[in-house]
């Protein structure tokens, strides 16, 4: 529908919807059904790193269909995007990560050029560049992550319109050639990055697991599966103990796979973690998320593991995926 | 790491003060499979070796001469592939729990005859049927929990001891003899081979049980013995677990308990933790309850039913989801089977997780026990004493090889994470327990 530009562009990142609904209404409905998925929960299956296949599917074909023209309104669109994804599912702090990927990547690729705009060091801003930018400038580039995160520290001197609709620079509203075949190589790299994510982690496997040591895991995660199963395979000589992890018990599974590939598994029950953590060399537990204090999101019954083990004083070792997103969080 | 080069020496040269050993026989490829196969019998005959299995065979085979190329006939005689299927399911995890004895199955220690219930593997001919009943009913888990335990045994005893007295009525025979040696000890020494462990509580009965004997006096009569010691069995079951249970109810109920807004987390089943909630109902403290469950027991669901009778608001939860929980929490109440001398209190495995999250929440623990049940052992960690439950119930695919089912059954919980122990003599910190230990028996060094 033709008309004035406002109605073509998006304004903000709560309009996102309304555009897609006015342009592009096939991608609406693909969104529609990407939520619903995530809200029902079961893109999860074995396999974490589905949700991130998928969302980069879904991010790539938004990004490569619509009608955006410039690095501005790329922007808004992810930004919008991730809203929505990020109240459906919020469970999976992965899916924000890669959103705010591709997001670093089109402001990397908008500031690309513009040395003498501003003293750019991967996108972010220096020092000068905020005391002589426009002020909008620098409500711009900390709205777009703090707003995210419901930061209510800064002061009051914004008005709530800007938070909502940033004013880019100017220069990210010129039209950039290279833009959509660069994120789309960002979006290949998060794949690539997946494809040796396991690899990357296994070969430090000597750096921690040695011969004669009792490990404790608990319940059923393929990182910590796959990285005892390379500690197998370097012939160390090691036993496992898994928790069973109630009520969903996936550690009967993990038990199971793990002694098909020949480990000497003892399967106990999580009420016996204390019991046993005395005997226990090291734990290893399996992350959800790690978050930006530190903290660890793990299934239910990592707090039990963990009080017991820093109580025994075992090591531990956080199990986690290879960052992929440069903000908070990793996989 | 030193390095090892090798260094090819000409086999003339040879320096003066190199020691030689002499040369190894050369075996053959058959020989030494079946070397092989003999140290490896060997090794698991040794593992078997309290089925009776005798000396693992001596390595004569090193020679060459005469060995033949078959597989070697010197087995350990007591091979377990050809034997039936014995009681015991060796359910170990590497080692770790080896010095515990192994769980028994009820299945294949009790026949389900028709009318006696009969031990297979044990010679009851000499125990009284109500002894194999009790038995059995230790075995299969229908009698559960220190005090229940403790109470079963005692009773069993006060409703046997009258159908003794008419076999022996002998003026000259020491009857209190009799008792020990034909009642008690069998039953005991029954009951802990083959039917299950005995606990810290029937433990210590047990050894009041004997003292009541031996404090008898040597001229009464058979009749008159058993009735004494019936009044003192009774006696007993009063003071130490019926009244010790209601002076803790009180106790905590008046010192510990608030008027209102007390939310009390316990975990599984409790007689006496039943009992302070039933004092708390009577005197109309407002409070709710969030129960801990876990898995295989979950005996907190026959807790659940009793507090439900009380009318008292109650929260079900598993033992992965605590921390959820713990923010609403104010005080921890726990039951024991048994408190060691250092303040450990050794408990249902799972108590000392709950401790754990308590301690680090900053909010008290209370352990609730009679003063019975107090050990006079120390135990540092909770695996070095301990029993092995049915791994079965942990889950249902067999053991193999390289992968093994471990059910524990109590855990030690450390005496760091207990702020305070309620006993019926008071409420002491865990450090008083050996105290108390020499308060009880003064003659004790």
């Known amino acids: 529908m033709t008309g004035l530009a406002d109605e073509t562009e998006i304004r903000n990142y709560l309009d996102v919807r309304r555009w897609l609904e006015e342009h592009h209404r096939k991608h609406l409905a693909l969104l529609d059904r990407f939520l619903l998925e995530l809200r029902r929960g079961r893109l999860k299956q074995m396999d974490r790193r589905i949700v991130i296949h998928r969302t980069v599917d879904f991010l790539r074909h938004m990004v490569g269909s619509t009608k955006w023209k410039n690095p501005a309104q790329l922007h808004l669109l992810l930004r919008g995007i991730g809203h929505e994804l990020q109240k459906a599912g919020y469970h999976e702090p992965s899916i924000g990560n890669v959103v705010r990927r591709i997001m670093a990547a089109v402001r990397e690729e908008a500031n690309f050029d513009n040395e003498h705009t501003i003293d750019s060091t991967g996108g972010r801003l220096s020092l000068q560049s905020m005391l002589w930018a426009l002020p909008q400038h620098v409500k711009a580039s900390r709205s777009i992550s703090s707003v995210r995160s419901g930061d209510h520290q800064r002061q009051e001197s914004f008005a709530d319109a800007d938070l909502v609709s940033p004013e880019y620079p100017a220069f990210y509203y010129q039209e950039r050639s290279g833009l959509k075949s660069t994120v789309m190589e960002a979006m290949d790299e998060i794949v690539n990055e997946l494809e040796d994510l396991y690899k990357n982690i296994n070969e430090q496997v000597v750096n921690h697991i040695h011969s004669g040591e009792i490990i404790l895991t608990s319940g059923r995660s393929k990182t910590v599966e796959l990285f005892l199963k390379a500690a197998a395979a370097k012939k160390l000589d090691f036993q496992v103990i898994i928790c069973e992890g109630a009520p969903g018990n996936s550690g009967h599974s993990m038990a199971k796979v793990l002694a098909d590939a020949g480990l000497d598994v003892t399967l106990i029950n999580d009420s016996a973690v204390f019991a046993v953590m005395a005997r226990v060399n090291k734990v290893i537990l399996p992350a959800h998320a790690v978050l930006a204090n530190g903290s660890l999101m793990t299934p239910s019954g990592g707090n039990l593991v963990a009080l017991a083990a820093k109580h025994n004083s075992s090591q531990q070792r956080h199990g986690i995926r290879r960052s992929a997103g440069q903000t908070a969080g990793r996989y | 790491m030193s390095t090892e080069t090798k260094v090819e020496k000409p086999k003339k040269e040879k320096p003066a003060n190199l020691v030689i050993p002499p040369p190894k026989p050369k075996l053959s490829k058959a020989e030494r499979r079946a070397l092989q196969e003999q140290q490896r019998a060997a090794k698991s005959a040794l593992q078997q070796g309290n089925q009776g299995g005798g000396k693992p065979p001596t390595n004569e085979q090193k020679s060459s001469a005469t060995s033949t190329p078959k597989q070697p006939q010197q087995q350990p005689p007591n091979q377990p592939a050809d034997t039936p299927k014995t009681a015991t399911t060796r359910s170990t995890a590497g080692g770790l729990v080896s010095h515990l004895k192994a769980h028994q199955d009820p299945e294949l220690l009790f026949e389900t005859g028709a009318t006696l219930r009969a031990s297979i593997g044990a010679d009851t001919t000499q125990l009284h049927p109500a002894v194999v009943e009790t038995g059995y009913r230790f075995s299969t888990g229908q009698i559960r929990g220190g005090n229940a335990r403790c109470r ?257 059954l109590y855990d030690l919980t450390p005496a760091s994470f207990v702020s305070g122990i309620v006993t019926e003599l008071g409420i002491v910190p865990p450090t008083s327990i050996a105290v108390l230990l020499r308060e009880m028996n003064p003659q004790e060094k």
């Open chain 2, 152 to 408: 079963a045994m005692l009773e069993t005893f006060a409703a046997i001891l009258p159908d003794y007295v008419n076999a022996s009525n002998s003026t000259d025979e020491d009857f209190r003899q009799t008792i020990d040696q034909m009642i008690l000890k069998p039953a005991f020494t029954y009951w802990t081979e083959h039917c299950r462990p005995h606990s810290v509580s029937m433990g210590n009965a047990f050894t009041f049980l004997k003292t009541a004997v031996a404090s008898l006096d040597r001229d009464l009569d058979a009749m008159a013995c058993v009735d004494k010691l019936q009044e003192s069995i009774h006696a007993y079951e009063r003071e130490r677990i019926e009244y010790a249970m209601a002076a803790i109810a009180d106790l905590t109920c008046q010192k510990l308990l608030r008027d209102r807004d007390e939310v009390l987390l316990v975990y599984g089943h409790s007689e006496v933790i039943t009992k302070i909630l039933q004092g708390a109902v009577s005197a109309c403290r407002q409070l709710r309850v969030i129960l801990v469950d876990s898995r295989p027991l979950l005996e907190g669901k026959k807790q659940l039913e009793k507090i439900r009778e009380l009318g008292i608001p109650c929260t079900y939860i598993l033992l992965n989801a605590m921390t959820y929980v713990f923010q609403d929490v104010t005080k921890v109440l726990l039951g024991t089977a048994a408190m060691m001398s250092d303040g450990s209190v050794m408990g249902r495995v799972g108590t000392a997780s709950v401790a754990m999250v308590a301690a680090a929440h900053n909010i008290p623990v209370l352990v609730c026990g009679e003063t019975y049940k107090i050990s006079n052992r120390v135990q540092l960690e909770s695996i070095t004493n301990n029993e092995l439950g049915d791994p079965n119930l942990v889950s249902t695919d067999g053991d193999t090889t390289n992968s093994k089912r471990l059910n524990l």
